[in-house]
């Protein structure tokens, strides 16, 4: 192709998908409801020599608990599991903007992200419709993230980092 189009794909649940191309490249102006899904930019991350040297040490596991107004509680097997409890549970858009807004990232990774990190992939655990959330970073900081996100829409929870 040797000139700009818009595609714009119609989906309405149990019909099959309509996808609808114009050669106007103004085309969404007259769409106030559309929204541009942008890949989220892929993160270098700087190679590390395996020298015994520059081994990591782990904390202790912990456990983690949430704690909501009304006595609601999520605890999960692990840390990580309970971040991705709470996550669904106070709901991936609310979540995804307070990240955005706030330029929140573990591993210099968006928390919530659109895009597989090369690196720490296998630590992004899917929350559905294509997004992901990397568990990849210390039980003190998932406590400073959940925490942030509680102050900024005025959640009340209580986070406890068991020993």
């Known amino acids: 192709m040797k000139r700009e189009l818009v595609l714009v794909v119609d989906y309405l649940p149990g019909h099959p998908l309509s996808v609808h191309l114009s050669r106007k490249h103004n085309f969404t102006a007259n769409l106030l409801d559309a929204k541009e899904m942008i890949l989220v930019t892929e993160v270098n991350h700087k190679k590390c020599n395996s020298n015994s040297e520059n081994k990591i040490e782990r904390g202790p596991a912990r456990d983690m608990s949430?704690?909501?107004?009304?006595?609601?509680?999520?605890?999960?097997?692990?840390?990580?599991?309970?971040?991705?409890?709470?996550?669904?549970?106070?709901?991936?858009?609310?979540?995804?903007?307070?990240?955005?807004?706030?330029?929140?990232?573990?591993?210099?990774?968006?928390?919530?992200?659109n895009r597989r990190d090369a690196k720490y992939g296998k630590s992004q655990k899917d929350l559905g419709d294509g997004w992901l959330l990397i568990t990849h970073s210390n039980n003190i900081m998932k406590k400073s993230f959940i925490e942030k996100v509680s102050i900024t829409l005025d959640l009340g929870v209580k986070v406890i980092l068991k020993i």
């Open 66 to 113: 949430i704690l909501f107004p009304g006595k609601t509680i999520i605890e999960e097997k692990t840390a990580a599991d309970t971040l991705v409890a709470f996550v669904k549970k106070i709901g991936m858009t609310k979540v995804c903007k307070v990240v955005e807004d706030n330029n929140l990232r573990f591993c210099k990774v968006p928390v919530i992200s």
